[in-house]
C-alpha cells in the first residue's frame, strides 16, 4: 500500500472516528497497560486486523460491538488520564463490560454524539461554550468537553 493511500485512510477514519485509528488504539494501549493484542481481544478482533487499522492499511472496523468496545476503552482511557480512575481498576472496567456484554448501548450512544459534535464544530468553539454553560448546566459542560474534541487529548 503506497504512503497516499495511507494517508487517505487515516483522513477516512479520522472523518469516522474524531481521529485516526492509531492515536485512538495507541492512548488506549498506553494508558490502560496492555499490548495491542490484548487490546485487539478486548475489541473482538484479530491482533493482525488492529494492526492492519492502525497502521491505516484498512479504514474501519466493520464490527459495530468492536467500536463500542473501542468506545468504552477510549472513554476509559480517558477517565484514567484525568485522575478519575487508575489504569487497572479502567482496565478491570472494560474487561467487565465486554464479558457483560453492556458496553454497546452506552458506547453507541458516544460514538454517535462524537461523531454528530466533531463534524458541527471546532474543539476550542466546544470549550467556549462549556465555559458559559458550567455554572448553570455543568452536565451539558462536561458533555461539550468530552465529546466536543478536548476529551481526546
Known amino acids: 500500500m503506497t504512503s497516499p493511500e495511507i ?3 487515516t483522513r477516512a477514519q479520522a472523518e469516522l472516528y474524531g481521529e485516526p485509528l ?5 492512548r488506549c494501549v498506553q494508558t490502560l497497560g496492555v499490548t495491542q493484542a490484548r487490546m485487539a481481544s478486548l ?3 484479530s491482533a493482525p486486523m488492529l494492526s492492519q487499522l492502525v ?6 472496523i466493520g464490527n459495530p460491538a468492536a467500536v463500542a468496545r473501542l468506545q468504552a476503552a477510549y472513554d476509559i482511557a480517558g477517565r484514567v488520564t484525568r485522575g478519575e480512575t487508575t489504569s487497572e481498576e479502567g482496565l478491570a472496567e472494560l ?3 465486554v464479558a457483560g456484554g453492556v458496553v454497546t448501548h452506552r458506547s453507541t450512544e ?4 462524537r461523531t454528530v459534535l466533531s463534524a458541527a464544530g471546532d474543539p476550542d468553539e466546544y470549550e467556549a461554550a462549556a465555559v458559559l ?3 448553570d ?3 451539558i459542560a462536561q458533555v461539550l468537553r468530552q465529546y466536543g474534541g478536548h476529551g481526546r487529548g
Open 43 to 45: 475489541l473482538g478482533i
Open 55 to 60: 497502521n491505516g492499511h484498512r479504514v474501519k
Open 133 to 135: 454553560l458550567d455554572a
Open 95 to 97: 474487561e467487565r463490560e
Open 7 to 9: 494517508e487517505a485512510n
Open 137 to 139: 448546566h455543568p452536565l
Open 110 to 113: 458516544a460514538v454517535v454524539l
Open 22 to 26: 492509531g492515536i485512538i488504539v495507541r
